[in-house]
């Protein structure tokens, strides 16, 4: 399978914390995504990061990527009870169809 | 921004029925959109890539018999459960990208919940 690992799991943290989830793949890259999914809910699309870039910034979200070590991160500063969902990285191999090959989620719990 | 558009949102199907989900672009001209399936707990899991006016490219392991893409306009594709069974209960989602080219951002639709009995 190209399905990416992500860790942790599950994460369950206080308001106010920091939480960050690790993406792990194995294929080379044109970008990385991260999305949030609230229960049953669609997809929200969070942050971007190109191959080429190391780090990227947006509000409370901070991304790092490595593409030596074929790893992704995602910082949430500050986290609130509305961060609560799943979280999943997603990787584009680029080419003609821009195929998105989703990691396999972390489930963070932001208790109030 | 883009918008995606799903029905039905929930269906419920007795086992053997065939079941088709639309997924639209409301504000935009998709030239790709993506079928996945979510199962309880799981991440998605990319079924096929939808290109208007050609035939869809399924993933390994995917039954294009089974599950029956059309994408007849830039706007509509259509994936269509066949005969589906208690085991094709799952969450499905599609996705649009606006335009062709070295990145396009993926717009999720809302998901469609099928549950067959």
């Known amino acids: 399978s190209q399905q990416g690992e992500e860790d942790p799991q599950a994460l369950s943290i206080q308001e106010g914390e920091n939480a960050t989830m690790n993406c792990s793949y194995k294929?080379?890259?044109?970008?990385l995504q991260w999305y949030r999914q609230n229960s049953g809910r669609g997809l929200v699309h969070l942050i971007l990061?190109?191959?080429?870039?190391r780090e990227k910034h947006s509000g409370r979200l901070r991304v790092t990527l490595d593409t030596s070590k074929k790893s992704s991160s995602l910082l949430i500063t500050a986290s609130r009870a509305a961060d609560t969902a799943s979280y999943f990285c997603?990787?584009?191999?680029?080419?003609?169809?821009?195929?998105?090959?989703f990691g396999t989620g972390t489930l963070l719990a932001v208790q109030p | 921004g883009a918008v995606v558009s799903q029905h039905p949102s929930r269906v419920i199907c007795k086992s053997g029925t065939s079941v088709k989900i639309e997924c639209r672009s409301l504000?935009?001209?998709?030239?790709?959109m993506f079928w996945y399936r979510q199962f309880p707990k799981q991440s998605l899991m990319l079924m096929a890539t939808?290109?208007?006016?050609?035939?869809?490219?399924?993933e390994q392991g995917v039954e294009k018999d089974k599950f029956l893409i059309n994408h007849a306009s830039l706007t509509l594709s259509t994936l269509t459960v066949t005969s589906a069974h208690p085991e094709d209960s799952s969450f499905y989602i599609c996705?649009?990208?606006?335009?062709?080219?070295?990145?396009?951002?993926?717009?999720f639709g809302p998901g469609t919940r099928l549950t067959v009995l």
């Open positions: 996705s649009a990208t606006p335009l062709a080219g070295s990145y396009n951002e993926q717009f």
């Open positions: 294929t080379s890259i044109n970008n």
């Open positions: 990061i190109r191959s080429n870039e």
């Open positions: 997603a990787t584009d191999a680029g080419g003609a169809t821009n195929k998105l090959i």
């Open positions: 504000d935009f001209q998709a030239t790709t």
């Open positions: 939808s290109n208007e006016g050609s035939k869809a490219t399924y």
